[in-house]
């Protein structure tokens, strides 16, 4: 059983699969406290991989939060590849993904400001994603070694409550350093869930 917050289709709105259908599976709850954080991850239902499997649409399943790796993903995750899903996760960083990462096709990790923008050395991923947030400092927040291993592969999302001035910051940032790129919210701009 999982504590889910919600199931839905619709465009991914970040990162390299930006645009592309999915379904999303929120799981309840999360281990961080992130002051800007506007994801409601409360608790609405608690539901079999079956009956999870059941409200899924689309090939690409993301699985985020809250924090899903809070949760054991395995008994999910072999059940969604059995049935042949392209399947991925999102996750803050602060928990290993390195027993689940042959279950998993693309792993975005964006580490938060509570753990000082670090990543757990057992969390596994495929890129990175940071929220500007007037704090974030890409010279101070991000190591060079992670610079150069994911190269074009760290986007730099603009906090939302306060977009125009965090994406002008995103901008700034990435002129300056090109192991960076700005990022978009496609489903904030599409008026999407
Ligand atoms: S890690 Fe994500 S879901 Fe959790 S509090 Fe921070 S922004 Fe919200």
Redesign the pocket.
């Known amino acids: 059983m999982y504590k889910i917050s919600e199931i839905f289709n619709s465009v991914q709105g970040e990162g390299s699969y930006l645009g592309c259908p999915a379904s999303f599976i929120r799981l309840s709850g999360?281990n961080?406290?992130?002051r800007w954080?506007d994801?409601d991850?409360s608790l609405k239902h608690i539901m079999t991989v079956e009956e999870i499997i059941d409200n899924i649409k689309y090939e690409k399943v993301i699985i985020t939060?809250?924090?899903p790796t809070i949760y054991d993903l395995k008994p999910l995750l072999l059940e969604l590849k059995k049935r042949g899903k392209v399947t991925m996760l999102e996750t803050?960083g602060t928990n290993p993904t390195d027993d689940i990462r042959h279950l998993l096709d693309w792993v975005v990790c964006s580490p938060?400001p509570d753990k000082n923008w670090t990543i757990n050395e057992k969390c596994i991923f495929d890129e990175l994603k940071y929220v500007v947030d007037g704090q974030f400092n890409p010279d101070k927040h991000i190591k060079k070694e992670i610079k150069e291993k994911y190269k074009d592969r760290i986007w730099l999302q603009p906090e939302s409550s306060c977009a125009a001035v965090r994406m002008k910051q995103a901008f700034d940032f990435a002129m300056k350093d090109s192991a960076l790129r700005v990022g978009l919210q496609l489903h904030k701009i599409i008026d999407v869930k």
């Open positions: 999360c961080l406290r992130c954080c994801t991850f939060g809250g924090e803050n938060k």
